[in-house]
């Protein structure tokens, strides 16, 4: 990386806007000799790749001053620059626009208004994007809530491999909303992010197997797909191991183990898990 450094600064001499930018990128990532992130020299250099037009670098700082790295948060601050550049055509600052619409951070809360950033980012095949449109057609925010339209727009993110999408996908398909009920397409998409280890799709896995919805019932493989989300804080996951400790399922029944985890879901506030404890004790 140091010899990354030596190269981007020889071109900064020449006043190249990437090289500005990717010296800032390495100041951002803490990949230069100072050995640790210094987000107010990658601010510097990031300004510099801006004065001359570089989107990416436009992009960039909008996100420190949204996040408040090298600079106090400043969510007006984030957006002006972030319009920079999205009217460059940047994707990504596109949702990030929609996003602080969204969430009422520097501007008035518009979902409307969130819907038509998002939209522009999602023509470019911007997942994340996607996936917020089809959370706001789902919840009905900004638009008419309608199931088909979340269904279309979740699966065009899952299709570029956005977990959350996916599991959003294999929720709706479960539930039979925006499609007919199907267990057998639930367990395909709730794989697909499960296997990234994204920890509510494999709940949702595992409840699958243990109901033996579009499955065979199996236990011992809804006790494996739990764990996983349960060691990740996920307080259903945890409850769901006590539960299977308790009666015994899949593993050998044992009740001193079904209420550690049990006292892990109801530390989270788990209304069940908080039941089961003191029918244990």
């Not at 601050?77 to 626009?97: C, D, N, P, T, V």
């Not at 009422?104 to 997942?127: L, P, S």
């Not at 199996?218 to 060691?231: F, H, I, S, T």
């Amino acid at each position: 990386y140091n010899a990354a450094m030596d190269c981007f600064q020889k071109a900064a001499i020449r006043k190249s806007s990437a090289a500005y930018y990717n010296i800032g990128i390495l100041y951002s990532n803490g990949l230069t000799w100072v050995s640790v992130k210094t987000t107010a020299a990658a601010m510097l250099w990031f300004k510099k790749a801006a004065a001359l037009g570089h989107g990416p670098a436009l992009h960039n700082i909008g996100l420190l001053y949204n996040n408040g790295l090298g600079v106090d948060q400043d969510y007006v601050g984030a957006m002006r620059w972030l319009k920079k550049a999205a009217a460059r055509g940047h994707a990504a600052s596109e949702f990030g626009i929609g996003v602080l619409y969204r969430n009422g951070q520097g501007v008035a809360q518009d979902y409307g208004a969130a819907m038509e950033w998002f939209q522009k980012a999602a023509a470019r095949g911007h997942a994340p994007a996607q996936y917020d449109i089809g959370l706001l057609y789902s919840s009905g925010l900004g638009v008419a809530k309608d199931y088909g339209a979340a269904m279309e727009w979740l699966k065009k993110a899952a299709t570029h491999g956005h977990a959350a999408a996916q599991c959003n996908v294999g929720v709706l398909y479960c539930n039979g909303r925006g499609v007919a009920k199907d267990y057998s397409a639930a367990m395909e998409w709730l794989k697909k992010a499960a296997v990234q280890g994204y920890a509510a799709a494999q709940h949702h896995v595992a409840l699958l197997y243990r109901n033996g919805l579009g499955v065979a019932k199996d236990y011992g493989v809804a006790m494996e797909w739990l764990q996983k989300a349960a060691v990740q804080g996920h307080a259903g996951a945890q409850f769901g191991v006590g539960s299977l400790y308790h009666l015994g399922q899949g593993v050998p029944q044992d009740n001193s183990l079904a209420m550690e985890w049990l006292t892990k879901a109801a530390a989270q506030g788990h209304a069940e898990a908080k039941r089961a404890q003191q029918q244990l004790r």
